[in-house]
């Protein structure tokens, strides 16, 4: 039995406010929170003292995290966010002049910028698909586009940071591979929210965060590189503790004969680190775990059903995600008759205390349901939604 006010009692915070922005950034219950700040302040008490503790303890979350993502711990890098891995697949990837990226209409800055960086410096070309609220419809386009544009390289989330769409993932990756080319996966939206196994989605590379559906540290992250796309990848910055062997001053040497970046992922992972927030996002994971994922996947998706069994049949509200569990995620976007989407998030946070993000296309707000939401809070925004709408009739 899912035990939400055991859940709730965790984050006092949500005593003060109704919280659907999980989708956005997580809350940190205070179990998790209390192990984090223990490991914050012996991490700055101690310096040096407690360095190679803290290395340790950074290894054991890596090899959870590998264990919850069906990968091994040598092909997960450490980063600050989803961002950073994505931009460092592409600033690292052998593109040529010309070669053809194939991504989305639906994603997120974090792949839309480092995409426009790497058509100004390396002279690829990015082409786009249509996500539907449908996996045909989203598989359809992906195919038709895959065979018009040829691309070297796939960049896709997995959930659609706009609609909460959740893609086909394992079938396009099948579909782009086919073709020769590569697929590099946004995790953002989907690693914490329902069981991911990269290795079995088959994807080359993914990015994923700690601050959203798993609900720790700001500022932790991971790239997955599967091992036999290890070597095609030569990272674009470096420093000590990502070459081997070890720097040692009396043999270095400037034409860089002497070293080798690492044969894992943390080929990426250079200079001192802040492994307080690694063993946090650990704190954060062993705490999901103990509520159980699939219980937690379960209890979102009751609420996205429950949330669409009130809202379908009003004629001023337009739900703008998929309509099926299996194509859809916690994640989920309302438009409301008369209302634009920036508007109606001010609205909805001045006026009843409703945190949640408003998205430009289409045009309305994204609310999360998350794994400590409550039928309560679905009850304050649709009372809410149908407050504003008979106002604006």
């Known amino acids: 039995m899912y035990d939400l006010p055991s859940v709730r009692a965790q984050l006092p915070t949500l005593r003060s406010f109704t919280y659907l922005n999980t989708g956005t950034l997580g809350l940190m219950a205070e179990p998790v929170l209390a192990r984090y700040r223990e490991a914050v302040e012996r991490a700055q008490r101690f310096g040096h003292l407690v360095l190679e503790e803290f290395q340790e303890a950074s290894e054991g979350v890596r090899s959870e995290l590998a264990e919850l993502l069906g990968v091994r711990s040598e092909e997960l890098a450490f980063t600050g966010n989803t961002t950073d891995g994505i931009a460092l697949v592409l600033a690292s990837f052998p593109f040529e002049a010309g070669d053809r990226i194939l991504t989305s209409d639906q994603e997120h800055p974090a792949v839309l910028l480092p995409l426009t960086l790497a058509c100004r410096r390396r002279g690829v070309v990015v082409e786009r698909f249509r996500v ?219 006026e009843y205390r409703i945190v949640q993000r408003r998205v430009q296309v289409p045009n309305g707000v994204r609310v999360s349901c998350a794994y400590f939401t409550s039928e309560d809070d679905l009850d304050r925004l649709v009372s809410a939604l149908e407050e504003l709408a008979r106002y604006h009739r």
């Open 132 to 350: 539907g609220t449908e996996k045909e419809e989203t598989q359809e386009a992906f195919g038709a586009a895959l065979m018009r544009t040829r691309p070297r390289l796939v960049v896709v989330s997995h959930v659609s940071c706009e609609t909460g769409v959740r893609l086909p993932i394992e079938d396009m990756t099948r579909m782009a591979q086919a073709e020769g080319a590569r697929v590099l996966l946004d995790t953002a939206q989907s690693i914490g929210q329902f069981p991911v196994n990269l290795a079995g989605l088959g994807v080359d590379f993914a990015a994923g965060n700690g601050h959203k559906w798993l609900h720790g540290p700001q500022g932790t992250g991971f790239l997955y590189v599967r091992q036999d796309n290890l070597d095609l990848l030569e990272p674009p910055l470096v420093g000590d503790g990502a070459v081997v062997p070890p720097f040692d001053r009396h043999s270095f040497q400037f034409d860089g004969t002497n070293w080798y970046f690492r044969g894992d992922a943390r080929r990426f992972e250079y200079g001192t680190r802040d492994l307080a927030r690694v063993i946090g996002l650990g704190a954060a994971i062993e705490y999901l775990a103990g509520l159980g994922w699939e219980a937690i996947a379960q209890h979102q998706a009751r609420l996205v059903a429950t949330l669409r069994e009130r809202l379908e049949h009003h004629p001023s509200i337009r739900w703008y995600s998929a309509t099926s569990q299996e194509d859809g995620s916690g994640l989920v976007t309302l438009g409301l008759t008369g209302w634009n989407g920036e508007r109606l998030s001010r609205v909805l946070w001045e």
